[in-house]
């Protein structure tokens, strides 16, 4: 039986229906209203799509990016290095496409380690799924979007001798333990030497890491 064919809705509302042109009014809108005076010249596409990603204008006062986050993560990228990610949610939100060297985005939260590990450890599912990738973090950029413990547990891993990732981009969300870890991840990152960008306070998320991703992955907006 052919299915039939999909009607459109009698049309009641005044607004933009042409993607292209949604994509470009929002980029512009966003420029208007936000204050990037502050971001690394470099950085500023990143810190724009960071805004096109949760709707906040308010959020670029909030972000702080090292001067050599961006080119240090673009060229471990173009090299092939993979993106490790906490969250399947940050690692969906990566535009592949956009991806210079066809390059991985691992999540482990899946493998059936990661359970009992979290148990004994006493900490979350997305910590203890960073241990088990701890063979292809260094070299790699990182990306915390949802776990304020898996950020903590990556700087303890990195403390503990584990060889740094080329970036981390730490943008965890959360009442409990978001503040503190991206505060740790800016004093352990710059007494390092570790290119990194976060954003202070309670505020980060899947999208807003992914979209700080996608702008690092490839300049073009």
């Known amino acids: 039986m052919d299915e039939p064919e999909p009607v459109r809705p009698t049309r009641r509302y005044p607004y933009e229906g042409d993607g292209q042109a949604i994509y470009v009014d929002s980029f512009a809108t966003i420029r208007a209203e936000t204050d990037l005076t502050h971001v690394p010249a ?23 990016v090292s001067p050599d986050l ?26 592949r496409r956009r991806l210079p060297a066809d390059n ?3 999540c482990a939260l ?12 006493g900490t979350t599912r997305s910590a203890a799924a960073l241990s088990v990738l701890a ?4 070299g790699s950029v990182v990306a915390i979007g949802n776990a304020p413990t898996a950020l903590f547990h990556l700087l303890e891993m990195l403390a503990d001798g584990c060889a740094p990732p080329a ?20 004093e352990y990152a710059a007494a390092h ?10 505020r980060g998320g899947s ?15």
């Open 42 to 64: 470099d950085a500023e596409k990143v810190v724009v799509r960071m805004v096109h990603g949760t709707g906040q204008t308010d959020l670029a006062p909030m972000v702080v």
């Open 70 to 95: 961006v080119g240090a993560a673009r060229r471990a990228l173009a090299a092939g290095a993979p993106i490790v990610a906490d969250a399947h949610m940050v690692a969906s939100g990566v535009t």
């Open 104 to 106: 991985e985005v691992l």
């Open 110 to 121: 899946h493998d059936p380690r990661v359970p009992g590990l979290a148990r004994a450890w």
């Open 135 to 138: 063979d292809r973090i260094p």
């Open 167 to 186: 970036a981390i981009v730490g943008c965890p969300v959360g009442f409990i333990g978001a503040a503190e870890s991206k505060e740790a991840l800016a």
């Open 193 to 202: 030497g570790i290119p990194f960008l976060t954003v202070h306070g309670r």
């Open 207 to 221: 999208a807003m890491t992914a979209s700080a991703l996608n702008a690092i992955a490839q300049e073009a907006e």
